[in-house]
């Protein structure tokens, strides 16, 4: 894991960014064998639904502090930004797909960013392989994303295929959504949840 310059102009602007090759090959083992691990203690690693836990070990403890994650996280938050939680989201084939939402509800007028979330990659994932679908912009909007978006596009809306390794970074405020794995294997993801310091309002 190495330091790198962050895209802070993306982040701004889209209110997302793709971190590449974020772990290099001996931390992305590490990581997905934790992740594998706690998918099999939480029983939740068959081969139907979308497979949910909350790994934790040292080789999660380095993904959640690498350098190029935390500066970016710290951009969004602020250098006092805390770790909420690490978990698992492993789409089988034919599952893993949302309506529109945003992690952290609103964005109180005159302030910056409430939370921020990365998605990581543990497997090579597709746009049509359960992508991560997000709307650009959409993090200053102030507005609910639209419910009834399950199972329809939103005008706007771009899916993310990442390498296994990378990163999805955005705002907590950002419009975005799992989409349903229509590729061959499970979709093996972390999710990271970051707030900024003494943020209480989750969800939305």
């Known amino acids: 894991m190495t330091a790198a310059t962050v895209d802070t102009t993306a982040l701004d602007r889209d209110g997302f960014v793709v ?9 992305l083992t590490a990581v997905h064998e934790a992740t594998l691990a706690a998918l099999r203690e939480a029983r939740d690693d068959g081969p139907i639904g979308t497979g949910h836990a909350e790994p934790t070990g040292p080789a999660i403890d380095g ?6 994650l935390r500066a970016a996280v710290e951009y969004l938050l602020g250098a006092d930004a805390e770790l ?12 893993g797909g949302q309506a529109m939402h945003a992690d952290f509800a609103g964005l109180p007028p005159g302030t910056g960013a409430q939370g921020a ?9 597709t746009e049509r ?15 609910l994303a639209p419910r009834d978006s399950h199972n329809r596009s939103v005008p ?8 296994a390794g990378s990163v999805l970074l955005f705002s907590g405020h950002l419009w975005h959504s799992g989409t349903r794995n229509d590729g061959p294997h499970r979709r093996d993801a972390l999710q990271i949840t970051y707030a ?3 943020t209480s309002r989750f969800g939305g």
């Open 19 to 27: 971190l590449d090759r974020l772990l290099d090959a001996a931390a």
């Open 63 to 68: 993904l959640t502090s690498a350098p190029r």
């Open 84 to 95: 909420v939680k690490v978990n698992v989201r492993a789409p089988n084939p034919g599952y």
């Open 117 to 125: 979330v990365a998605i990581v990659a543990l497997v090579d994932v």
């Open 129 to 143: 392989g359960g992508a991560t679908r997000v709307v650009p912009g959409t993090h200053t909007w102030r507005k």
């Open 156 to 163: 706007g809306e771009r899916r993310i295929a990442l390498a």
């Open 196 to 198: 900024r310091a003494g």
